[in-house]
T-cell receptor
Framework: EAGVVQSPRYKIIEKKQPVAFWCNPI?????LYWYRQNLGQGPELLIR????????DSQLPKDRFSAERLKGVDSTLKIQPAELGDSAVYLC??????????????FGPGTRLTVL | KQEVTQIPAALSVPEGENLVLNCSFT??????LQWFRQDPGKGLTSLLL?????REQTSGRLNASLDKSSGRSTLYIAASQPGDSATYLC????????????FGQGTTLQVKP
């Protein structure tokens, strides 16, 4: 079974430029998460999708961040414009939740973003 | 607000030692707790998941325990090997069933040959 796929693995951009990250979850996983991990810290949730619906985006800085999950499979996270403080690793995770049962989350390799 | 703390932040041991990593959380009303491993420049690999109704889980040389009442979990690694060197993260899923994980800052383990 293929794991969570993310691209690109690394991205270096200048501040004020736009950037986008792509995630393909594990097949059959209905729940998709985007986390941000700053250096030396644990990941923090940005947004959670149940199928196509964003059910928790309370931590997403909506002035510059946006996300979508068309057809309830792949997802894209965008930053426009990027700021120096956005430099971090952006992790995508997926799980197969059912009703009130929350299952194990599986993470992709992440995209390491550097904003100059 | 749930807070997760991992102590120590870093640990260095000789190969073959048994060791314990600690994780504490402030709100005992959790749904489950998950331990992850992260190698430098890599994503997170799930090691063990403990449901709130469970006291421990085992996988190979790893054993994780959960004491909800005291807000603590431990990850026990038996007969450590250099290949165990990595950062270990614990994460708590709150009882609201949102699936949102609250992570600790991790313990970076170095096992010396």
């Amino acid at each position: 079974e293929a794991g969570v796929v993310q691209s690109p693995r690394y991205k270096i951009i200048e501040k004020k430029q736009p950037v986008a990250f792509w995630c393909n979850p594990i097949s059959g996983h209905n729940t998709l998460y985007w986390y941000r991990q700053n250096l030396g810290q644990g990941p923090e949730l940005l947004i959670r999708y149940e199928n196509e619906e964003a059910v928790d985006d309370s931590q997403l800085p909506k002035d510059r961040f946006s996300a979508e999950r068309l057809k309830g499979v792949d997802s894209t996270l965008k930053i426009q414009p990027a700021e120096l403080g956005d430099s971090a690793v952006y992790l995508c995770a997926s799980s197969k939740n059912s009703g009130h049962s929350i299952f194990e989350q599986f993470f992709g390799p992440g995209t390491r973003l550097t904003v100059l | 607000k749930q807070e997760v703390t991992q102590i120590p932040a870093a640990l260095s041991v000789p190969e073959g030692e048994n060791l314990v990593l600690n994780c504490s959380f402030t709100d005992s009303a959790i749904y489950n707790l998950q331990w992850f491993r992260q190698d430098p420049g890599k994503g997170l690999t799930s090691l063990l998941l403990i449901q709130s109704s469970q006291r421990e889980q085992t996988s190979g040389r790893l054993n994780a325990s959960l004491d909800k009442s005291s807000g603590r979990s431990t990850l026990y690694i038996a007969a450590s090997q250099p290949g165990d060197s990595a950062t270990y993260l614990c994460a708590v899923c709150g009882s609201s069933n949102t699936g949102k994980l609250i992570f600790g800052q991790g313990t970076t383990l170095q096992v010396k040959p």
